[in-house]
């Protein structure tokens, strides 16, 4: 199997990005590249899967989730939003090599963050099963902030 890699994402790859999608079902639970990208700044940074020479997904890294939302109970956190493989790489199981890389690709980046925090959606259980396979773990709490409903409050400790 092709093995993935994760990189910050630069204007070079910013043609190839905006290619990406989801399938129309998958849509409640990320929005467009379009709309992802105009949340991204210094703070919310976007990322590229690779395959080969292939961007496969992309992803948001966002330092400003402690001050964000309130179910953030360590101040050294990140939050990992808008993860998605794109429709024509989907099945392959590149999201679960980039999410069980992203810890030390984290480690490695973000050396000050000791956890990482996501919400996904309760009708999203595809997503929630690589997240716990990926050493996620269910807070058992839920997010009701959402456009699309409640979501699973999810967390793993970077080490
Ligand atoms: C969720 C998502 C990232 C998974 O990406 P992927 O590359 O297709 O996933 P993988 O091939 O790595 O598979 C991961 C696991 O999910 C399972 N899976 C993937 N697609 C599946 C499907 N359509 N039906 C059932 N199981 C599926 C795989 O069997 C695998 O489990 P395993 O390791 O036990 O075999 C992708 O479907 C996606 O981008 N969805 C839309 C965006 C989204 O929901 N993002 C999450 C927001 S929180």
């Known amino acids: 199997m092709d093995m993935v890699t994760i990189e910050k994402m630069t204007t070079q790859h910013l043609a190839e990005v905006i290619t990406l999608g989801v399938v129309e079902a998958q849509k409640q639970f990320v929005g467009s590249i379009d709309d992802i990208l105009k949340n991204a700044n210094a703070q919310i940074r976007p990322h590229v899967i690779f395959t080969e020479d292939q961007i496969v997904g992309f992803f948001l890294i966002d330092t400003t989730y402690a001050e964000k939302y309130d179910f953030v109970s360590q101040s050294h956190s990140i939050?990992?939003?808008?993860?998605?493989?794109?429709?024509?790489?989907?099945?392959?199981?590149?999201?679960?090599?980039?999410?069980?890389?992203?810890?030390?690709?984290?480690s490695e980046a973000y050396p000050n963050h000791s956890t990482i925090y996501l919400t996904v959606n309760c009708q999203n259980p595809i997503a929630k099963g690589l997240y716990l396979k990926g050493g996620f773990e269910d807070t058992n709490t839920l997010y009701h902030g959402g456009a699309a409903g409640p979501q699973h409050i999810m967390v793993k400790a970077l080490v």
């Open 79 to 106: 939050g990992l939003r808008s993860f998605f493989i794109d429709k024509k790489y989907q099945g392959k199981g590149y999201a679960k090599q980039a999410i069980l890389a992203l810890s030390n690709y984290l």
